[in-house]
Each structure stands twice: as C-alpha cells, then as structure tokens.
C-alpha cells in the first residue's frame, strides 16, 4: 500500500503562483512514475503532468506548458507542481498519482482557487 498526501493548494489571483507538493509513504520501493491531475465537479479528471521516478523524465498537457513546471525528490519521495502565470479556469481539485509495482494510488486533493 501507498498513501499519498498533498498540501500546498490555496486561493491566488490570476497570474499568480502556487506549488503543490505530494508525498508518498508505504511500499514506495518500486515506485516508477507520479502524476498530477485536476478534476472540477461533475467533471472528468484531466491530466496535467508526470514524472518518471527514476529519470525524471517529464511531461505536460498543452495547456500548462512553459508555465508549470514537475520535479521530484527521491530522497523525500515528494513530487511537486509549480504553477505559475495560473488562470481562473484553473481553478479545480488538484490530486497526486502514484504508479507503483503496476498499481495506482490517489491522494486526497488539494484545492487551487484561482480568482479573476
């Protein structure tokens, strides 16, 4: 098992700058990828971005290119998602996923308000 916990969300003005963090605790020994989702109500969950733990590869939505930015600490096995320049429509449940021995882990959500 993995449990996974974010923090970081708030409530910015458009054009502002967050950084949500998520770490992960349990059996993370084989821990091969963690993303970042965000899922307004009603609303299917839309990726954002991932990481590959081990190469630190990354990748992003069109949507958040050159503005947000993915990394990770190995040691702290903690992923982090720097937003900046954000936008109003941008405001949803930010949520972390760990790909982990083939399985999938959520967080519980941190909540980003961006006001206009």
């Known amino acids: 098992q993995v449990q996974l916990v974010e923090s970081g969300g708030g409530l910015v003005q458009a054009g502002g700058s967050l950084r949500l963090s998520c770490a992960a605790s349990?059996?993370?020994?084989?821990?091969?990828?963690m993303d970042w989702f965000r899922q307004a109500p009603g609303k299917e969950r839309k990726f954002v971005a991932t990481i590959t733990w081990s190469g630190g590869i990354a990748y992003y939505a069109d949507s958040v290119k050159g503005r947000f930015t993915i990394s990770r600490d190995n040691a702290k096995n903690t992923v982090y998602l720097q937003m900046n320049s954000l936008h109003p429509e941008e405001t949803d449940v930010y949520y972390c996923?760990?790909?982990?021995?083939?399985?999938?882990?959520w967080g519980q959500g941190t909540q980003v308000t961006v006001s206009s």
């Open positions: 996923q760990a790909t982990v021995a083939g399985a999938t882990y």
């Open positions: 349990g059996s993370t020994s084989s821990l091969y990828r």
